[in-house]
């Protein structure tokens, strides 16, 4: 019986470096998602195939690569979210290089003027203290139409009485998100995508999970206020850091 895949090459060492990056890859991409067991077992089944082909076994190989071709569609379906979360990635990173960056002429990232800032950083400290849960969602060089639609168009300037506000309890756009970007407050009460990790803390409630959501799928940071503890969170790809001091706040605002 002759073994076809054991005539090893420097093509075939190249070909099998490549094929596992791509596998580290989206190994890291999908980690702690639900979409891990299925990644897996697709890679179980290709490699059984890749085997049955090499045995010369038609009928096996034939029946797996039905299986492939036919679960195609179900696989972009299933992959949905994380795909698009890794061209948002990479789209990310490729804007964040100068060089391209200058060639696209694509925008500057917002920046937060001071004033706005002091404001916005005074408002979560108020709320903090008082237990007053907030979701804050601040536009970087994503535009976040698509979120912005899905909430009420507010578009006012920056104000620590407006959004303590709009927060309060009984205010009825205090439920949802806040957007804001170019120095203003674009939208309330705006609906995120919810993380689909399962690696997150029990104690992260709706709010964090919605964070996490939108900061993985977009460039936008996210500050959450939990109305259990009152503490404050700062959220950025998909990353949750505790924030303990206003200094603290600014300075991840800041994009330090």
Same mark, same amino acid.
């Given at each position: 019986?002759?073994?076809?895949?054991?005539?090893?090459?420097?093509?075939?060492?190249?070909?099998?470096?490549?094929? $596992?990056?791509?596998?580290?890859v989206i190994f890291r991409w999908i980690r702690g998602s639900s979409a891990m067991n299925i990644f897996i077992a697709i890679i179980i089944? &290709?490699?059984?195939?890749?085997?049955?082909?090499?045995?010369?076994?038609?009928?096996?190989?034939?029946?797996?690569?039905?299986?492939?071709?036919?679960?195609?569609?179900?696989? /972009? /379906?299933?992959?949905?979210?994380?795909?698009?979360?890794?061209?948002?990635?990479?789209?990310?990173?490729?804007?964040?290089?100068?060089?391209?960056?200058?060639?696209?002429?694509?925008? *500057?990232?917002?920046?937060?003027?001071?004033? $706005?800032?002091?404001?916005?950083?005074?408002?979560?400290?108020?709320?903090?203290?008082? *237990?007053?849960?907030?979701?804050?969602?601040?536009?970087?060089?994503?535009?976040?139409?698509?979120?912005?639609d899905t909430g009420d168009v507010v578009d006012a300037r920056i104000s620590e009485r407006l959004i303590e506000n709009l927060f309060f309890?009984? @205010?009825?756009?205090?439920?949802?998100?806040?957007?804001?970007?170019?120095?203003? /407050?674009?939208?309330?009460?705006?609906?995120?995508?919810?993380?689909?990790?399962?690696? &997150?803390?029990? @104690?992260?409630?709706?709010?964090?999970?919605?964070?996490?959501g939108i900061s993985e799928q977009t460039d936008a940071d996210v500050i959450v206020v939990s109305e259990e503890t009152g503490g404050v969170?700062?959220?950025?790809?998909?990353?949750?850091?505790?924030?303990? @001091?206003?200094?603290?706040?600014?300075?991840?605002?800041?994009? *330090?």
């Amino acid at each position: 019986m002759s073994l076809g895949f054991l005539h090893f090459s420097l093509v075939d060492f190249v070909d099998i470096i490549l094929v $596992a990056a791509v596998i580290f890859v989206i190994f890291r991409w999908i980690r702690g998602s639900s979409a891990m067991n299925i990644f897996i077992a697709i890679i179980i089944i &290709l490699m059984v195939r890749v085997l049955a082909m090499a045995l010369n076994m038609k009928m096996t190989s034939a029946m797996l690569g039905a299986i492939l071709d036919v679960g195609a569609l179900a696989i /972009i /379906i299933i992959f949905q979210p994380e795909i698009r979360r890794f061209l948002n990635n990479i789209g990310r990173t490729a804007g964040n290089n100068t060089i391209f960056r200058n060639f696209l002429r694509s925008h *500057k990232a917002e920046d937060l003027e001071n004033e $706005a800032l002091s404001d916005l950083v005074s408002a979560v400290e108020y709320m903090g203290n008082h *237990k007053v849960g907030a979701l804050i969602v601040i536009r970087r060089r994503d535009n976040l139409q698509s979120v912005i639609d899905t909430g009420d168009v507010v578009d006012a300037r920056i104000s620590e009485r407006l959004i303590e506000n709009l927060f309060f309890k009984n @205010s009825p756009l205090h439920d949802g998100a806040m957007v804001i970007g170019d120095n203003r /407050i674009i939208a309330a009460r705006c609906t995120l995508p919810i993380t689909d990790r399962l690696d &997150l803390p029990a @104690s992260y409630g709706m709010r964090h999970r919605a964070a996490v959501g939108i900061s993985e799928q977009t460039d936008a940071d996210v500050i959450v206020v939990s109305e259990e503890t009152g503490g404050v969170s700062f959220v950025q790809q998909g990353a949750v850091t505790k924030i303990d @001091s206003r200094n603290l706040l600014k300075l991840k605002l800041q994009g *330090k």
